[in-house]
């Protein structure tokens, strides 16, 4: 059965590159529009380029973290008035990282290791308008 490819312009960021690779097999079978990039850094490059609708970064990368990011998404989302939809995934759970819980920073978490299937739910659940 083939899924509807869902009406996102998602940035996939994660430092590990078989973490990305596995991503670039899959999501741009569910998402219109998909962009990588290995760091928070680099993402907001591409985000800059054209600001996507969701953003899924990893929480620890280097040059720039997925907490780094998300605040100047946030700032970038208050200069042109939208709101971007931001997950991040990490090994640490939201009671370890006061960060995760900040008000507004993120919209959803996910443990890591990221499973497919959970993203998928809720990159669905974004789409119809739920979350």
């Not at 969701?54 to 280097?62: A, E, F, G, K, Q």
């Not at 605040?71 to 709101?83: I, L, P, S, T």
């Not at 959803?108 to 739920?130: D, H, M, N, T």
């Amino acid at each position: 059965m083939q899924r509807r490819r869902l009406p996102i312009d998602l940035i996939f960021v994660d430092d590990e590159e078989s973490v990305r690779m596995t991503m670039e097999l899959l999501l741009p079978r569910r998402v219109e529009s998909y962009r990588a990039a290995a760091n928070g850094a680099e993402a907001l490059s591409v985000f800059e380029e054209r600001p996507g609708d969701v953003i899924v970064t990893d929480l620890r990368m280097p040059e720039m973290d997925g907490i780094a990011l998300a605040r100047e998404v946030r700032r970038k989302d208050r200069e042109r008035g939208k709101r971007t939809f931001i997950i991040v995934t990490s090994a640490y759970r939201k009671e370890d990282i006061p960060e995760l819980s900040e008000a507004g920073l993120f919209d959803a978490v996910i443990e890591k290791p990221l499973v497919p299937p959970r993203l998928f739910e809720i990159l669905e659940r974004y789409s119809e308008g739920k979350i």
